[in-house]
């Protein structure tokens, strides 16, 4: 058989060994899903020359679909989800979530040290990830952005890095002068009665004042009240 040869073999309980011990010689084998292999209506009883025929010529018609070959590593994963290591308590990807992720091991070398390597892959994008939310926030806490960023965390739900995100991509808030007074809807505005003992946030008329700091030019545009 030529190294440029094609070659596709049904799925079965061997794995996916046979395909990586194919592809390491140099050959291009697809797996192929038993259940969407065509079946006729009193098709003899099948053996390994028929099998071997019929899966040659559908698959040489195109008529075949391929499953993807997760690696190793990923298989490994998916054998820990089989152990029945699923994380049952609240919400994932947590702080108690990781504490759990953290905390498992594997009685099989070869599972725990796949479980090892992700868990510090995992470590590394998690860190990653605190590091730009740090830098992010020294940007929002400098001119031009000090300022918009401070008025639109007066707005519910919106911190720095979500101010900072609206301003960034937004662009020119004072594109957005023709909405009405009266919008936001009620998710984006302060709450109206503080809780006991703090004190009460500021009311702006609409996001866009609220960053931009200039007043609607209410009568400039009809859908524009004073109904706030």
């Known amino acids: 058989m030529t190294r440029h040869a094609r070659v596709c073999d049904a799925a079965g309980p061997c794995g996916y060994e046979l395909q990586r011990s194919l592809a390491r010689q140099g050959f291009d084998c697809r797996v192929i899903a038993p259940a969407l292999i065509r079946k006729r209506q009193g098709q003899p009883v099948k053996s390994d020359r028929r099998n071997a025929r019929k899966l040659w010529r559908l698959f040489r018609a195109g008529e075949l679909t391929a499953l993807r070959i997760p690696p190793p590593e990923e298989e490994a994963v998916r054998d820990l989800l089989r152990h029945d290591r ?17 905390a498992q091991r594997c009685a099989v070398p070869g599972l725990d040290r796949v479980l090892v390597e992700h868990r510090a892959a995992l470590e590394e994008r998690v860190a990653q990830r605190d590091q730009i939310a740090r830098e992010l926030l020294a940007i929002a806490a400098q001119p031009p952005c000090t300022e918009g960023v401070r008025r639109l965390a007066s707005l519910r739900g919106i911190r720095a890095l979500t101010g900072l995100t609206l301003l960034v991509e937004v662009g020119e808030l004072a594109r957005f002068a023709w909405l009405p007074v009266s919008w936001p809807a009620p998710a984006w505005c302060p709450a109206s009665t503080p809780a006991a ?32």
């Not at 049952?88 to 953290?102: I, S, Y």
């Not at 609607?216 to 859908?223: A, I, M, Q, T, V």
């Open 86 to 102: 699923i994380y049952r308590d609240r919400k994932a990807w947590t702080g108690r979530h990781l504490v759990w992720v953290r």
């Open 197 to 228: 003992g703090a004190a009460p946030r500021p009311h702006p008329r609409t996001w866009w004042e609220a960053a931009s700091g200039a007043p609607l030019p209410c009568g400039s545009n009809p859908r524009i009240s004073e109904t706030a």
